[in-house]
T-cell receptor
């Protein structure tokens, strides 16, 4: 099983809503990532979890709150988002650590903030 | 700091022909990995090929090969016998051993269109 599964695939939310994005992998990977991607742009790293602990936060606004409940699951909690937060949110996983570890990506959640 | 440069925003290729997508990089890490990912319009990023900085031979994966020239700091992707399904955005990326665990640097991408 080499899949990273993200739900939902599409999400529309108002600026006062609270929602969550979910990501799951069963490859035994101990590093999991959230990326934000605008159309025709490269993905931008938001958060990295290594062994279920937050290891990198790329100065992401607090309206985005990550959570890693166990080694297979990664959530991104959304609250009071702005229209400019509309983007494709990609989850990825890998074995942690060295330079030769490729990323396995999910198919993403397309988020629209109204 | 790491930097990836992809100078071709868009490329066109005729079906069944070969195409080269350019990638140059800069890093202070002595050990690093170079990756190519494909992103179709569906959105999922798909790993294509990897080259380690100490690998002596160029990497190959089926129709994909990586033309690695370390002295020139280039890692070009060659796709042979292009197919219509190769139409997608392609990202060059790198990871270094001395950077924070998990940081991959991506280039701006090249949109490849395969013509029938």
């Amino acid at each position: 099983d080499t899949e990273v599964t993200q739900t939902p695939k599409h999400l529309v939310m108002g600026m006062t809503n609270k929602k969550s994005l979910k990501c799951e992998q069963h490859m035994g990977h101990r590093a999991m990532y959230w990326y934000k991607q605008k159309a025709k742009k490269p993905p931008e790293l938001m958060f990295v979890y290594s062994y279920e602990k937050l290891s990198i936060n790329e100065s992401v606004p607090s309206r985005f709150s990550p959570e890693c409940p166990n080694s297979s699951l990664l959530n991104l909690h959304l609250h009071a988002l702005q229209p400019e937060d509309s983007a494709l949110y990609l989850c990825a996983s890998s074995r942690p650590g060295t330079a030769n570890e490729k990323l396995f990506f999910g198919s993403g959640t397309q988020l629209s903030v109204l | 700091a790491q930097k990836i440069t992809q100078t071709q925003p868009g490329m066109f290729v005729q079906e069944k022909e070969a195409v080269t997508l350019d990638c140059t990089y800069d890093t202070s890490d002595p050990s690093y990995g170079l990756f190519w990912y494909k992103q179709p319009s569906s959105g999922e990023m798909i790993f294509l090929i990897y080259q380690g900085s100490y690998d002596q031979q160029n990497a190959t994966e089926g129709r994909y090969s990586l033309n690695f020239q370390k002295a020139r700091k280039s890692a070009n992707l060659v796709i042979s016998a292009s197919q219509l399904g190769d139409s997608a955005m392609y990202f060059c990326a790198m990871r270094g051993d001395n950077t924070n665990a998990g940081k991959s640097t991506f280039g701006d991408g090249t949109t490849l269109t395969v013509k029938p």
